[in-house]
């Protein structure tokens, strides 16, 4: 199921973006963790294009799964877009994308674009903005637990109050050793650890699904969207093949900054 490629790069970004008539610092500050170089030869070697033509029909049903836990007439940001496979897929009021990578080609041209690092996204995004912010397979990626919850704490600078974070994560509890299959995963997390992250990033649990979806997009779950439609209404085969978490959280209404 979803696995898109979340790292780092080297290059510097500069340019300006408006939201709401404010124009925006996108100056890029690289938290470098690879060179860009062997991240795309990586990815490559990893999803061929038939993969990733594959994933759009079986995003295209996971969307429409997730759109109950995303209002539609909010603003709502993917972290770490990779393709877009999400936010190209969601319906929003408005839809914005970041990634480390320049992916713009891949997501069109009503979704918002940001070049910049998950860890230090505030910096450049609006504060308070977005009525959803989504993240899938990504948080594996980071450094270590504290980068974890800097992202998170990240993620609820950027969400309003009342604005909910919504995360698909591998379960190294139920993935067990394949989990390090991938080279470029360094954090391991279950269902509780990305509970606690959350709250210590100031969210509240709405929703958490410990079993949800497969791995990896080259597990047994089918990839016709027929199959995969019938997968997610048929919560018994979760439990058999279900090696991802979904997690919903949300910012209190009440809070501040």
Known sequence: MPDDPKSGVTQEHEGELSAGGVALDLRYRPQIQAARGDLDRLYETRFSARDAAAKDGVWAEICHYLQRFVTPDAPVLDVAADRGHFIRNIRAD???????????????????????????????????????????????????????????????????????????????????????????????????????????AGFTHL?????????????????????VRWYLRCPPAWLLLGKQTLYVGQRPADSRA
């Open 94 to 200: 408005e839809r914005w994308a970041t990634d480390l990578r320049d992916v713009r080609e891949h997501l069109g041209p009503d979704v918002r674009f940001v070049q910049v690092t998950g860890v230090e996204m505030s910096r450049v995004l609006p504060h308070d903005h977005f009525g959803t912010v989504f993240m899938s397979n990504y948080l594996e990626h980071l450094a270590d637990s504290d980068m974890v919850v800097r992202q998170l704490v990240e993620a609820r600078a950027v969400c309003r109050p009342g604005g909910r974070v919504v995360i698909l994560q591998p379960n190294i509890r139920l993935v067990g050793g394949a989990y390090w299959d991938f080279i470029d995963h360094r954090t391991a997390l279950t269902e509780r650890s990305l509970v606690e992250a959350a709250e210590l």
């Open 207 to 227: 929703r958490v699904i410990t079993r949800f979806l497969p791995f990896t997009t080259k597990s047994r779950l089918p990839r016709a969207p027929a199959l």
